[in-house]
């Protein structure tokens, strides 16, 4: 298991000419210029094979260029490419009502669509005022959920989202998430750790910061995903639920990343047993193209015509990928999320027995978190270490993306097999091995 002469000399060339003309703000992880890709295998301009175990950040939902969604889109393609949302069209009416046959409330779900999972947070942002007639917000320590103004401002995962971008949105208030891995609060006896974080929101927020009456919603990840993939402790949604319903505050679920099956169920927030009132999802949704869609439950959408709106919402070739990508995961990848999700996990916790600087692996479904450390009972994040292995897997055909200040994400598409999991995960057990120096490159 060789390293791969790359990057070759065609993507080099591309390389140079992008520096020349593009964005220097892309965080780009590592030269990798793709040229082709089919299921969980890429390929890249030099003719270099590689396992995306990230999925475009957990976007190619039914991996790449399924031929059923390429299908979708081809045949919408010949009938039309956009009309704006000034009009109608049949796929449009039908994603809504898809939406609506498995959103994770009983009530009936009112649409609306857009480009991406930032816009669907803004319209989101923007619903819950006009609904609730407040303005103030409540957001948690470690959540991304997007660039644009609004979205940013909630944003609290990594300082250099908001240098240079101040004054960002007014009347948003941070509390802790409810990381068990890393308490921040102390519980009191008999309280778990979700309910403390619910206790300081009400006792340290909404009695000394905010009047709950003008706070409009609570936004929050149901599964933490730049911030570090964590899974909150089970008590917390509930906790959460019961405080917005006693202040009549709107819960929003940010299921951009966690969303349409990645964490085996269609929303991630149904793994803790309560309903949200407004979703905000995107990324796995049209297995890669431009949709983001915000829902909420039918009572809140009040808002009268022309109140928001986008040229390309509801666009009719993202829609029809969008129908063919919940389709391909109701009938085969919503089961293989469950099952080949819990074997990626178990071959996640074999590194945990192998490795003292694997310090916590956790996640559902294909949302799973490798968090390295350098030392266990201190929890010091090890950013380097996590960093190099990305880049040596990426050397041996892995591609892998980092969250957290340590923590590598498992979120290859839902159709990956067994045998791709264990080809990844013998390529990220080499690569640790070359991080800690325990092999040399040669070898590996």
Not at 305 to 316: E, F, L, M, Q, S
């Amino acid at each position: 298991m060789g390293t791969l002469n790359i990057p070759g000399p065609n993507a080099s060339n591309l390389i140079e000419r992008d520096h020349k003309v593009i964005s220097r703000s892309y965080p780009r992880a590592y030269p990798f210029v793709m040229d082709h890709g089919k299921g969980v295998e890429v390929w890249d301009v030099d003719g270099n094979r590689f396992l995306d175990f990230a999925a475009g950040i957990a976007v190619v939902a039914t991996g790449h260029c399924h031929p059923f969604v390429v299908k979708s889109i081809q045949e919408q393609a010949e009938k039309f490419l956009h009309i704006s949302c000034d009009f109608y069209h049949e796929k449009w009416i039908q994603l809504a009502e898809k939406i609506h046959s498995i959103a994770p409330f009983s009530e009936d779900a009112v649409s609306f669509m857009c480009n991406s999972g930032a816009e669907s947070v803004e319209a989101a942002i923007k619903l819950a005022r006009y609904h609730t007639g407040r303005t103030q917000f409540i957001g948690f320590h470690g959540a991304f959920h997007g660039r644009t103004l609004g979205a940013i401002t909630f944003t609290a995962s990594k300082p250099v989202y908001k240098h240079g971008f101040f004054p960002l949105m007014n009347g948003v208030v941070h509390v802790p998430y409810p990381d068990p891995y890393r308490p921040v609060l102390i519980s009191s006896p008999g309280e778990k750790y979700g309910e403390t974080i619910v206790r300081y929101i009400e006792e340290q927020v909404l009695e000394r910061l905010l009047p709950p009456e003008d706070v409009a919603g609570i936004i929050v990840e149901p599964i933490l995903g730049e911030g570090g993939y964590v899974v909150p402790e089970d008590s917390f949604f509930p906790a959460l639920r019961d405080l917005c319903d006693r202040f009549g505050i709107l819960l929003i679920a940010d299921e951009v990343q966690s969303g349409v099956g990645r964490s085996g169920k269609w929303w991630a927030i149904e793994h803790f047993g309560v309903e949200p009132d407004i979703v905000c999802s995107a990324k796995g949704i049209a297995s890669g193209l431009p949709l983001g869609i915000t829902f909420a439950k039918k009572s809140i959408v009040d808002w009268p015509k022309g109140a928001h709106g986008n040229t390309y919402g509801g666009n009719p070739i993202s829609c029809s990928a969008a129908l063919a990508t919940l389709d391909l995961i109701e009938t085969e990848y919503l089961e293989n999320a469950i099952k080949a999700g819990e074997y990626a996990k178990s071959k996640a916790e074999e590194l945990f027995f192998q490795y003292p600087c694997v310090g916590d692996i956790r996640g559902k479904g294909f949302m799973i978190g490798i968090e390295f450390v350098e030392n266990r009972e201190t929890k010091k994040p090890a950013s380097d270490l996590s960093e190099s292995i990305i880049q040596n897997a990426f050397k041996r055909g892995l591609l892998l993306l980092g969250c957290g200040k340590s923590t590598i994400r498992i979120a290859p598409p839902l159709c990956v097999t067994f045998q791709e999991i264990d080809e990844a995960f013998q390529i990220l057990d080499s690569s640790i091995k070359v991080s800690l120096g325990e092999l040399t490159e040669f070898a590996a």
